[in-house]
């Protein structure tokens, strides 16, 4: 017989990002709140792995100066940029096997300037290459509305006469890169929102964020801290098997032999978990079997570590035509020779076993830097489930924040965010849901810094 702990007024269920924004933004304003996570750190996917006597990421990470509401959430928790971050202006090197790379850096000019200024300036592209970048620039970052009905992002770039060498060297890696879908498959709608949050605004929104140290570090400990300084908890080690809902609305949860109760409960939890929770009860029917419809898309991150002098021409660079995506040098995070080489997206590199892997990745690194030597050690992370699946018509399948039951909230970069699976998604949602309770049941105190 499971027993029955006391009463809480929010529980949070999943401890990544969007429940972690989440429980800041509650217990700040004074709003108890309990988090429950099943794993043993908190994290979500943006968790650390051991790699020798190194930690490194489950999965390497790069952002851009768009994502306003994460920087302000590490802001909010007392953890400085530039100890996280190395913010560098967009420079996109993209290197062809045996063929002249493409090379797009923007310059310190005023947005929109800055985007025409590299394009035009950008070496490897033809003349007429350039003037259809920027024909294409233009309508991506204009106001006029998203594709109705949506599109996949290579029929958007075909409408718009991008020539192959355009597409494969510079859309296609952008797409890869944000939504994790192939061109073929992508939501031109989501692409076009990348697009725009990125290279509107200010020039800084397209700046490059690159992690100085891991992220499994970076937001959980500090907003462990906050939470438990401000009278919320964090429990650990707590898989929650169902949700309690009577006749009004929610009213806790189930876990393994302890019933807690709670007037507002937050689902942070991955699609697979939250569709699994939400299948057993009639009225949550309908959002888990769209749930059931999200497909999810891999990230392979293969580690190698070379000797410590061993360094790339800058901290990330593009390969176009090979199996590696991008490579990022680890050295600015304080771990010289160890490179991350990232594959997005489905592909023949799911078939191949880790050593296979490995050999394909080093060998696309021996053609980019003939004089590396053989890497010392490797170390091959796949998130089979790493992100949903962009793919066209997807807005239709996220559900909102606010489910059908009274007091049940759903976090999660793959909620109706407006944007791809990323960190900034994770954190808008996690804030969504904690100001929808808040706008309900306000409390007498305000934030507490």
């Not at 990348?194 to 397209?206: S, Y």
């Not at 949860?253 to 929770?277: F, G, K, M, Y």
């Not at 970069?413 to 309900?440: H, K, M, Y």
Request: net charge positive.
């Amino acid at each position: 017989m499971a027993r029955t702990a006391d009463h809480a007024p929010v529980i949070v269920v999943g401890g990544g990002w969007a429940g972690l924004t989440a429980a800041v933004e509650l217990t700040r304003h004074g709003v108890p709140v309990t988090v429950l996570e099943s794993a043993r750190q908190l994290g979500g996917r943006a968790r650390c792995v051991p790699f020798g006597s190194q930690r490194v990421d489950n999965g390497q990470h790069v952002m851009i100066g768009a994502y306003h509401a994460m920087l302000e959430l590490l802001d909010l928790l007392g953890v400085a940029e530039q100890a996280v971050f190395m913010r560098r202006p967009l420079e996109l090197a993209m290197h062809t096997p045996g063929r002249r790379g493409v090379h797009v850096k923007a310059p310190a000019l005023p947005a929109p300037l800055h985007m025409l200024a590299a394009l035009l300036g950008s070496r490897g592209l033809s003349p007429m290459d350039r003037l259809r970048a920027l024909r294409f620039g233009a309508m991506a970052t204009s106001t006029r509305p998203s594709p109705s009905p949506d599109t996949s992002v290579q029929a958007m770039l075909e409408k718009n006469r991008q020539s192959p060498r355009l597409v494969a060297n510079l859309w296609e890696p952008l797409c890869l890169a944000a939504l994790n879908t192939p061109i073929a498959d992508a939501s031109a709608t989501l692409f076009l929102t990348v697009l725009r949050d990125a290279f509107t605004g200010t020039r800084h929104n397209t700046d490059l964020l690159i992690p100085r140290t891991d992220l499994g570090t970076a937001l959980p400990r500090p907003a462990l801290d906050f939470i438990e300084a401000h009278h919320g908890k964090v429990r650990l080690g707590q898989r929650v098997h169902g949700l309690r809902i009577g006749p009004n609305g929610v009213t806790g949860v189930d876990l393994t032999n302890e019933r807690l109760s709670a007037r507002q409960v937050i689902l942070a939890v991955s699609p697979v978990v939250c569709r699994r929770l939400l299948a057993p009860h009639p009225r949550l029917r309908e959002v888990a079997d769209n749930l059931a419809a999200l497909h999810s898309e891999p990230i392979c991150t293969v580690y190698l570590q070379y000797a410590g002098h061993i360094r790339l021409e800058r901290p990330m660079v593009g390969l176009v035509g090979t199996t590696t995506q991008w490579v990022f040098d680890r050295a600015v995070c304080g771990q010289p020779g160890l490179m991350a080489a990232v594959i997005s997206g489905p592909g023949p590199h799911m078939q191949l076993d880790n050593a296979s892997l490995v050999e394909c990745v080093a060998q696309d690194l021996s053609a980019l830097n003939p004089r590396w030597p053989a890497p010392t050690n490797t170390l091959v992370l796949r998130e089979k489930r790493a992100t949903f699946a962009s793919r066209v018509g997807v807005e239709t399948l996220r559900p909102g924040h606010r489910s059908p039951i009274p007091g049940l909230w759903l976090a999660g970069d793959f909620t109706a965010t407006g944007l791809p699976a990323t960190l900034e998604g994770a954190v808008r949602s996690g804030l969504d849901c904690a100001r929808a309770i808040l706008a309900t049941n306000r409390p007498a105190t305000g934030p507490v810094s």
